[in-house]
């Protein structure tokens, strides 16, 4: 009997310890956030905040590591970390506050298509753009976050810092402002003032782009110093 009482007793622990493995199994299925409602909260995050960039974008988040478990939410906030910029390879900062405080980053990529304008041929350093030199085309935007050309108009004119390879898209910073005054040049000089306006003539001392100071020695020899201007002129403030 007493054999029996024991394998009773063992029994009735064994389907009680069973009983409580699956209640807290139920109720951590309850407690923790899904991974793919975390992912999903960091995709819809940056799908707002892209709609505004020109192309098509298409983004793409990697779920949570499933060993990172963390309290179910009530609701799920979204931002973007300092530093962190929603073109490329990004994080997206995923928090709660209530009725538990947690945050994770998400690792999300950005990618973007679009027009671009690219070189038809290798362009060397040096080289001054000419329209036959670019064409537009749809290429993939995501290597390059400080932005692209899209028209020609853009290029023609400037010339190049560095060699372009045939294909490749014209990026700012492969390239150098069109020059507007070159040495020797014969320039107007105009002079303005409050309530005054003197024009007169002048050689550029050297070369400049809009914008950029420039030495101008005048007919009676005097050098004075002003700003190139995009006609050509330089300006002299007093």
């Known amino acids: 009997m007493a054999i029996h009482k024991h394998q009773d007793y063992y029994k009735l622990a064994g389907l009680y310890l069973i009983g409580m493995m699956l209640s807290c199994s139920a109720l951590a299925a309850t407690q923790w956030q899904s991974r ?10 940056a799908q707002e905040k892209t709609a505004g960039i020109a192309g098509e974008v ?9 060993r990172v478990k963390v309290g179910k939410c009530d ?42 304008l690219v070189s038809t041929h290798a362009i060397g350093g040096g080289q001054v753009i000419e329209p036959q030199d670019v064409e537009v085309q749809v290429i993939d935007l995501t290597p390059y976050p400080v932005g692209v050309f899209t028209q020609p108009e853009q290029v023609v ?5 560095a060699s372009i390879p045939a294909g490749s ?8 402002a069109a020059l507007v005054i070159r040495q020797g040049q014969q320039v107007i000089v105009i002079a303005r003032g409050e309530n005054f306006k003197v024009s007169s003539e002048g050689r550029a ?9 420039v030495a ?7 050098i004075i110093k002003g700003v190139a201007k995009d006609d050509g002129t330089v300006e002299v403030a007093f």
């Open 157 to 161: 004119g400037k010339t190049t810092a």
């Open 75 to 116: 609701n799920l906030e979204t931002s973007l970390p300092s530093g962190n910029r929603l073109w490329g390879r990004a994080s997206v900062k995923v928090s709660c506050s209530s009725p538990v405080k947690w945050a994770l980053y998400v690792s999300v990529l950005v990618k973007v298509t679009g027009k671009a």
């Open 169 to 176: 898209p014209v990026r700012p910073e492969v390239l150098r």
């Open 205 to 213: 001392m050297g070369n400049a782009t809009a914008g950029q100071i």
């Open 58 to 66: 298409s983004i793409s988040a990697t779920p949570p590591d499933a």
């Open 216 to 222: 101008v020695k005048t007919k009676s020899g005097q």
């Open 36 to 45: 793919e409602s975390i992912q999903a909260a960091a995709e819809a995050f």
